[in-house]
């Protein structure tokens, strides 16, 4: 009972700060809102598809949506994009943390306790994903088909908001706020923890089985399908996430000792001090460049085994059947893509709001304003460079492997289109940071020194 009421008190608390929110925090609580309006928009797309029995006659989709089968996949499909919504989530929760520092610290100085604290932040995402998820629940109901199981669609839009709050908490986990205004981070000395080594030496032991099959035989069949394909994209994106952080370490300690570049220096500087939140901010990213880098070229050995079973009359079924199943594939990658790239922008936001001071501190020194630019594209362009490659050729691999057994079947052409993906990503990547650039500049304020 007693603990009911303490989360009585701390939810008026995060109403109070919330509704007492400036002008500049606003646009903040807006991407969170809009975070959980997609993520609500998906969880009843999800529940409206597996609420139809049978055969249901769908006016849209080139027949994708009748059969119980097809609508299974495309649910899971749709549902996988949840993974990008939450890491956004979690990214619009940190900064948002960080803008509110002078306030957490006025709650620190009036008794509150570091987990209290980052309790009453997490709880203001939870009532601005509440607000998103009452948005597009409004928006999305009338479009629903009569079938659908509205207990499903109260669940989802009580769920997106006590999920969005149970993220922000997670993300805030290693915020402490200071009494005096400083907002830290505690950061582990070492690199990624025990679930992530556990995971990644339980896909790696998965993919050896997967490998060895056909050579020595198993109980499981494991074939070329989704499953496989999903163990072997994890395990790379593990292995991609792993080397942005340790690439990270490693070119900062390099850099700082033997370069003479102002830039290049205070993003070495910054690498070596935290290498591992990079790898953070881009463990979703690279898991899209494997899926998106893998589905390149496999779409093509779809699209070129399609059009040869066409022309010899060997289809079941309408062209336009397995091209919408295509198509639908690529647009959630690329909803995904925006996604974790709009994730990236407010990482790089996030970064800045929590060094300002620093910031400033150099800007005061000496340092121009050009020079925390280039450093800041540095500091996402050196270790998302080797992760990224990584992670590209890995989806490449698998695009390849695929051809290799549907070749056996049909002659199809060598997937190189699979290697601009990644291109294509590190180039965005890039672009997204920079977007963060205008904040730079009323970052390095001088008024920001009277709060260090």
């Known amino acids: 009972m007693r603990s009911l009421r303490s989360l009585g008190s701390d939810l008026r608390l995060a109403w109070l700060l919330t509704r007492g929110?400036?002008?500049?925090?606003?646009?903040?609580?807006?991407?969170?809102?809009?975070g959980a309006a997609l993520a609500t928009g998906i969880g009843l797309a999800v529940v409206a598809l597996l609420s139809l029995e049978g055969f249901y006659a769908v006016s849209f989709g080139s027949g994708l949506f009748d059969s119980p089968g097809d609508r299974q996949n495309v649910s899971l499909a749709v549902g996988l994009l949840l993974i990008p919504v939450l890491g956004f989530l979690g990214q619009c929760a940190r900064i948002g943390a960080v803008h509110r520092d002078r306030r957490l610290a006025a709650l620190r100085l009036a008794g509150a306790g570091p987990w209290q604290v980052r309790r009453i932040a997490a709880l203001e995402s939870g009532l601005?994903?509440?607000?998103?998820?009452?948005?597009?629940?409004?928006?999305?109901?009338?479009?629903?088909?009569?079938a659908v199981a509205w207990a499903g669609v109260v669940l989802v839009a009580a769920a997106v908001p006590v999920l969005g709050a149970g993220v922000s908490a997670v993300a805030l986990r290693r915020v402490v706020a200071d009494p005096l205004g400083r907002v830290r981070r505690t950061r582990?000395?070492?690199?990624?923890?025990?679930?992530?080594?556990?995971?990644?030496?339980?896909?790696?032991?998965?993919?050896?089985?997967?490998?060895?099959t056909p050579v020595f035989g198993s109980p499981v069949s494991f074939g070329l399908g989704p499953?496989?394909?999903?163990?072997?994209?994890?395990?790379?994106?593990?292995?991609?996430?792993?080397l942005s952080g340790a690439s990270s370490r490693q070119l900062g300690e390099g850099f700082a000792a033997g370069t003479s570049r102002p830039a290049l220096l205070i993003a070495a500087e910054r690498m070596r001090e935290d290498p591992w939140s990079t790898a953070?901010?881009?463990?979703?990213?690279?898991?899209?460049?494997?899926?998106?880098?893998?589905?390149?070229?496999?779409r093509q050995i779809l699209l070129a085994g399609l059009e040869d079973m066409r022309r010899r009359g060997h289809l079941g079924?309408?062209?336009?059947?397995?091209?919408?199943?295509?198509?639908?594939?690529?647009?959630?990658?690329?909803?995904?893509?925006a996604l974790v790239l709009t994730a990236l922008a407010v990482g790089t936001a996030e970064s800045l709001a929590t060094r300002r001071r620093g910031l400033a501190a150099q800007v005061a020194a000496g340092v121009p304003h050009a020079v925390l630019a280039r450093a800041?594209?540095?500091?996402?362009?050196?270790p998302l460079l080797p992760a990224i490659a990584v992670a590209g050729l890995g989806g490449t691999a698998i695009s390849f492997w695929y051809g290799a057994a549907v070749s056996r079947h049909t002659d199809v052409p060598v997937p190189y289109g699979a290697l601009l993906v990644p291109v294509g990503v590190y180039a965005a990547c890039v672009l997204a940071a920079a977007t963060s650039l205008p904040l730079l500049r009323r970052s390095v304020r001088p008024g920001e020194l009277r709060y260090a």
């Open 188 to 212: 582990p000395v070492r690199g990624p923890g025990r679930l992530f080594g556990t995971a990644t030496r339980l896909l790696a032991v998965t993919a050896a089985a997967i490998a060895l």
């Open 280 to 298: 953070r901010t881009h463990a979703a990213l690279l898991l899209v460049t494997v899926v998106g880098s893998g589905f390149a070229g496999v």
């Open 376 to 382: 800041l594209l540095l500091e996402t362009a050196l």
């Open 317 to 337: 079924t309408r062209m336009s059947y397995y091209t919408t199943g295509i198509d639908l594939t690529a647009a959630a990658i690329l909803v995904a893509f």
């Open 128 to 146: 601005a994903c509440l607000a998103g998820a009452v948005v597009a629940t409004a928006v999305v109901v009338p479009l629903l088909p009569y």
């Open 227 to 242: 499953v496989t394909v999903l163990v072997l994209a994890v395990l790379i994106s593990l292995i991609a996430i792993w």
């Open 21 to 34: 929110s400036d002008r500049r925090e606003w646009w903040r609580v807006g991407l969170t809102a809009f």
